[in-house]
């Protein structure tokens, strides 16, 4: 697409935050959700996703929401649907093993719910504490609830409950893969974030 004037730069998706420093980020679904939804809104986020060097969007709401317009604009995406039921654990697990190997080659991610709430703060409070980047679960909540500066309720909880009951990082990862990313990946977080002084700040 061509654009021109005031949409050549686009706009930053609302509630931007970064879990790991410039690897990995939430937000708000580009364009808004529900009634607030808005096509041109959409379009300048997505033109904001692009210039930004984000090489892949990865949308954890259950529906297809705006897949088809990240293909439209050429923006390599994942679904993983997150929702509490009998696919809750298998789906966090499939989608912190990508998370891993992803981060571990570089790239650059933007995840999104519908917003920036207890499904996102859940699953980013369970992915730290299944890779023991800390080592409780209370601990997990606090450091993204300050991140995001919201309270994480009953909902992310559940999530975060579940992650806990999955395989851990070694046994969920293929052997191949995980030989080939663990010393990047290891050096990416150590250079990204310390979540336990973030923890007891």
């Known amino acids: ?79 993983r649907p997150i929702a509490i039921g009998d696919h809750l654990h298998e789906v966090l697990g499939v989608l912190y093993v990508d998370l891993n190997k992803l981060i571990a080659h570089g790239e650059r991610l933007l995840m999104h719910h519908e917003d920036v709430g207890d499904d996102i703060g859940g699953t980013m409070a369970g992915y730290l504490v299944w890779n023991g980047f800390v080592d409780t679960p209370h601990k ?32 969920l990862t293929p052997q191949e893969d995980e030989e080939s990313t663990m010393e990047d990946e290891s050096l990416q977080f150590q250079e990204s974030s310390n979540f336990e002084e973030i923890a007891t700040e």
């Open 140 to 171: 997990a909540i606090t450091v993204i609830e300050r991140m995001i500066n919201r309270v994480i309720g009953s909902h992310g909880r559940e999530i975060v409950s579940a992650a806990m009951e999955l395989p851990s990082p070694e046994e």
């Open 1 to 79: 697409m061509n654009m021109r004037g005031k949409w050549a730069e686009g706009i930053m998706p609302r509630n931007l935050i970064w879990i790991v420093k410039d690897r990995l980020a939430v937000c708000e679904r580009p364009g808004g959700y529900g009634p607030q939804h808005r096509k041109v809104r959409r379009i300048e986020e997505l033109i904001w996703i692009r210039r930004n060097d984000f090489k892949r969007v990865i949308s954890i709401i259950p529906a297809a929401h705006n897949l088809h317009n990240y293909e439209e604009f050429d923006i390599d995406y994942v679904h």
